[in-house]
C-alpha cells in the first residue's frame, strides 16, 4: 500500500516519460523501501497446498520460480514497456536472447523474414546459420530502399526485422513505411531500438509491432550487465513468454535491477551523448584529413530530414572514413589516450572500433565492400566525457 499514483494502471500511459523512468513499476514490500527491491531468490514459498496449486496451475498471479516470475524483473518490464509505449514486455538475459526468443515465438517451419542489412552481427549469424537449420530463410534488403522490403515479400513471409540506424553507417530505416508494407503481407514488423533506445525513438507509435532490446548497451548505459528485451501485444510476448519459461533465456533479479537504475537516467544520458556526437560529427566533417561523416543528426547525411522525424536526437554513434585507408584508421585508434578501444557502445565512456578489422572481420572483403564498410572507416560511440577532451584525443591521431 502506497500514495504511489502509479498504483493506478491508466498513470502507465498518461505519465510523462520522464515520470515513468523513476517510477514506473515500483511495487513496495511490507517494509516500505524507497528504491526498487533487489529480489535474490530463485523460488517463492506458498501459504498452503491450494495457493501453490493455484499459482502453478496460472490460477492466481503471483511469484512461482525465478526463471519466469520476479518482482525486480517484472518493475523492470512494467518501467521498459510504458517508456516503449507498448502493453507487455518480457526481460531476457541478452539482446541476442531476446530476438531468438522473438524469432521462436513467431516463426515455424518454412517461415521466411525480411530483414534490414547492416543489423548486428550475431543478428545476421543467427538468421543465417541458426535460423536456416530449421528451415526457416531469411531476405537481407538494403536497409534505407523501401521498394526493396516489398520486393522481398514471399508468401510465407512472417516477420519484418529492422535495426534503425544502421551499425556503423547510421542508415535509417522509414519505420512507418516499412510497417505499412508488412502488415499489407500479413507479416510482423519488429524493430531493434538498441541504438535510439525510447528516450529517442519509439517505434511502436510509428506502426512497429514489437521493438527488441540489447539492454547491455543504452538501458543500462555504463557497461555493467548484459540483459534484453521484448516490447509489444501480449499476443506477441505471451508466445514469448511460454518459451522463456520452458526454455529460461530468462534475465538475473540482479541485472534487472542494475537495468532499472540505469533507465532512471537514459534520457539524460542519451541527450547528452547525441549533443557530444552532433559536436563531434560537426567537428569531423571540417578535418583535411576526413573523407566522409555518417552521422543522421548532420544536414549532409542523406536521410537526415527522415531520421529528424523519427528521432527525438541523432544518437551517441557517429561513423567516419580516414584518407589513408586501414594504415591512417589504425593511427588514430592507436594514438587515443582517453577513447577506449573496444568493439562495444552504449557506454559513459567513449568508444573507438575499426569495423573493417573487428566487428565486420569475418566477413569476405567482397561483403565488407557491399556493405559500405571501407578500411579507412572508424565508430565512436560518444560517451559523457568533455567534447573538448575527445575531440583532442582523435586529432592527435587524424594529424599525427
Ligand atoms: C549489442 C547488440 C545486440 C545484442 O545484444 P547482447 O546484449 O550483446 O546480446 C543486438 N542488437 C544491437 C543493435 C546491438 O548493438
Redesign the pocket.
Known sequence: MSNDILDVPEALTTLSPDTLAVRAGIERSRFGEHSEALYLTSSFVFENAAQAAARFGDKEEGNVYSRFTNPTVTTLQTRLAALEGGEDCIATS????A?LSLAVALLKAGDHIVASSG??G??VQLFANQLSKFAIDTTFVPASDTAAYRAAVRPNTKLFFV?TPS?PLTEIVDIAAVAAIAHEAGAVLAV?N??CSPALQRPLELGADVV?H????YLDGQGRV???AVVGPKSITGEVFRFLRNAGPTLSPFNAWVILKGLETLRLRLEAQSDTALKLARWLETQPEVERVYYPGLPSHPQHELAMRQQRRGGAVVSFEVKGGREAAWRVVDATRIVSITG???DTKTTITHPASTTHGRITPEARAAAGISEGLLRVAAGLEAVEDLQADLARGLQA
Not at 541478452?94 to 536472447?97: L, R
Not at 540489447?214 to 548497451?217: E, G, H, L, R
Open positions: 541478452s539482446g541476442m536472447a530476438i543489423l548486428f550475431s543478428t535495426e551499425n531493434d538498441c541504438f527488441v540489447s539492454a547491455t548497451k548484459l540483459g534484453g562495444n557502445l552504449g
